[in-house]
């Protein structure tokens, strides 16, 4: 079974500055798809960035960015210019491919990040 | 355009008490999905339906049973609440089988 950990439960970053929130995962997978999904206080889960397994180059959707190692089985999500509103739990996720049983999302325990104005 | 609504927000029980959660989807989606998250963790799968008319079980089952009524509203359902069913509930879908999932906004479930 794969497992994700998160091993920071919570980061605090300056306004403005960047902060990196790390991930570890454990598959015997080669193809799989890794996830970034954002938890504010009102609770709903947004997703804020995807990885495939199989594409070298790292995803970027704006102000976020992502370090995949594979061989290192790492995926780390980098918030640059951080906002007070990125405050947050973010949660990293795995998910098997398409070919595999079910579309099941392995979630990590999170990280609590909090943004100083 | 809703996206993944969930009904109620909030629920109170009493040990032994049964009732349903709903969701529904309004982005014709095929896959929907209900996870529970516990204070301090991640989510965890429940049940997922890969399409309309399959159910099927996630990492944590038991005490739960699901309904996809049609391609928008899938329910949870517990019989005989207990408290360790407290928890935050969610409702994802996706497109397809093999796509992002996008959430509800959660229900939060105190059994007494």
């Known amino acids: 079974a794969q497992t994700v950990t998160q091993s920071q439960p919570e980061m605090s970053v300056q306004e403005a500055e960047t902060v990196t929130l790390s991930c570890t995962y454990d598959?015997?997978?080669?193809?799989?798809?890794l996830f970034w999904y954002k938890q504010p206080p009102s609770r709903q889960m947004i997703l804020v960035i995807r990885?495939?397994?199989?594409?070298?180059q790292n995803a970027t959707e704006n102000r976020f960015s992502v370090n995949f190692q594979k061989a290192a089985k790492s995926f780390s999500l980098k918030i640059s210019d951080s906002q007070l509103g990125d405050a947050a739990m973010y949660f990293c996720a795995y998910r098997t491919s398409p070919q595999a049983a079910g579309n099941k999302l392995t979630f990590g325990g999170g990280t609590r990040v909090l943004v100083k104005p | 355009n809703a996206g993944v609504t969930q009904t109620p927000k909030f629920q109170v029980l009493k040990t032994g008490q049964s009732m349903t959660l709903q969701c529904a989807q309004d982005?014709?989606?095929?896959?929907m999905y209900w996870y529970r998250q516990d204070p301090g963790m991640g989510l965890r799968l429940i049940y997922y339906?890969?399409?309309?008319?399959?159910?099927d079980k996630g990492e944590v089952p038991n005490g739960y049973n699901v309904s996809r009524l049609n391609k928008r509203e899938f329910s949870l359902r517990l019989e005989s609440a207990a408290p360790s069913q407290t928890s935050v509930y969610f409702c994802?879908?996706?497109?397809?089988?093999?796509?992002?999932?996008?959430f509800g906004p959660g229900t939060r479930l105190t059994v007494l």
């Open positions: 339906s890969a399409s309309e008319g399959t159910t």
């Open positions: 982005m014709n989606h095929n896959s």
């Open positions: 990885q495939e397994a199989y594409k070298q």
């Open positions: 994802a879908s996706s497109p397809g089988w093999a796509d992002t999932q996008y």
């Open positions: 598959t015997s997978e080669s193809d799989y798809y």
